[in-house]
């Protein structure tokens, strides 16, 4: 238990529906993390927010539309999905952004397929 | 580019010693990241290292040559358990890990 919940931990959807992943910490972090795993490829870096308020965005495709309330919750909406875009999606939190030393902490993930 | 390299996978015995290499190449560099993966589960800290040497913690230590874009991971008295997948992520210029695409290490009876 790292202190990182995600739901739901599995996710079959059509190219033409609409979910939402949805993440929280118990760390009282300030800064929380979208990644992106497929297999044998390097975790993708796809949203950080710091504080509530976007700080990067790495080139990600419109159907993924990232919210965060307050800095215990993130979502990641999405739509109008791809085949490829299934994947493993992680979310992670940490202190702060912006320092050297800077430990993640990741939720279990959501095994998403698009169909 | 910013590029992180280690082995796909590795196999080694039960009770033995096992070194999963790391080399890097990344604009700037604030710390390098070793994460354990168990299949199907979050990645959860291993070790950080900003300075050159080794860091011993019970049977895992870390080493680093920001020298040579470098840095391995030790693992000592391999239990089944550590059959998992290692990633290696380093903190760029910018503050934002690179990260490897992780080697999948087998342990074998």
């Known amino acids: 238990e790292t202190g990182v919940t995600q739901t739901p931990r599995h996710l079959v959807m059509g190219m033409t529906n609409k979910k939402s992943l949805k993440c929280e910490q118990h760390?009282?972090?300030?800064?929380m993390y979208w990644y992106k795993q497929s297999a044998k490829k390097p975790l993708e870096l796809m949203f950080v927010?710091?504080?509530?308020?976007?700080?990067e965005n790495n080139s990600v495709p419109s159907r993924f539309s990232p919210e965060c309330p307050n800095s215990s919750h993130l979502f990641l909406h999405l739509h109008t999905l791809q085949p490829e875009d299934s994947a493993l999606y992680l979310c992670?939190?940490?202190?702060?952004?912006?320092?050297?030393?800077?430990?993640?902490?990741f939720g279990p993930g959501t095994r998403l397929t698009v169909l | 580019g910013q590029n992180i390299d280690q082995p796909t996978e590795m196999t080694a015995t039960e009770g033995a010693i096992v070194q999963i290499n790391c080399t890097y190449q990344?604009?700037?560099?604030?710390?390098l990241f070793w994460y354990q993966q168990h299949a199907g589960e979050a990645p959860t800290f291993l070790s950080y290292?900003?300075l050159d040497g080794l860091e011993e913690k019970g049977r895992f230590s870390s080493f680093l040559s920001r020298s040579k874009g470098y840095s391995y991971l030790l693992l000592k008295e391999l239990q089944m358990k550590d059959s998992a997948s290692y990633l290696c992520?380093?903190?760029?210029?910018?503050?934002?890990?690179?990260w490897g695409a992780g080697t999948k290490l087998i342990i074998k009876p």
């Open positions: 992670a939190s940490s202190q702060e952004v912006g320092s050297s030393y800077n430990e993640q902490f």
């Open positions: 760390l009282g972090h300030n800064a």
């Open positions: 992520a380093v903190s760029d210029s910018n503050y934002q890990l690179i």
């Open positions: 990344t604009s700037g560099f604030n710390g």
């Open positions: 927010y710091s504080l509530e308020e976007r700080v």
């Open positions: 290292n900003v």
